[in-house]
């Protein structure tokens, strides 16, 4: 049986802040294979609102505990679901829903 894996949520400030997120509601991961800024960039999405953020990548905004976006890029397929878990003022945990 595989461990839980946690994400951190990052960038929310440049969409919409917070507002979308609350504890428990599923968020859509995409891979985004073509960002020009970082080549494990995975786009955090709700339905109907679009992109809320991006798992984070750097050691600057992983929080203690959760893996980068280049930690869990190969565990999935193109897409992946997450669990919003916690909010906090450094960004938003998400549980991997991995099957």
Do not use: Q, W
């Amino acid at each position: 049986m595989e461990k839980n894996s946690f994400v951190t949520i990052t960038g929310a400030n440049h969409y919409y802040g917070v507002k979308p997120f609350e504890v428990g509601r599923i968020i859509k991961l995409v891979k985004e294979p073509d960002n020009e800024y970082d080549m494990d960039a995975i786009r955090a999405a709700l339905p109907y609102i679009g992109k809320i953020g991006y798992v984070a990548n750097s050691v600057n905004t992983v929080i203690m505990g959760t893996m980068s976006a280049g930690r869990v890029y190969n565990r999935f397929g193109d897409t992946a679901h997450a669990k919003i878990m916690f909010i906090t003022h450094a960004g938003v945990i998400c549980e991997l829903m991995l099957r």
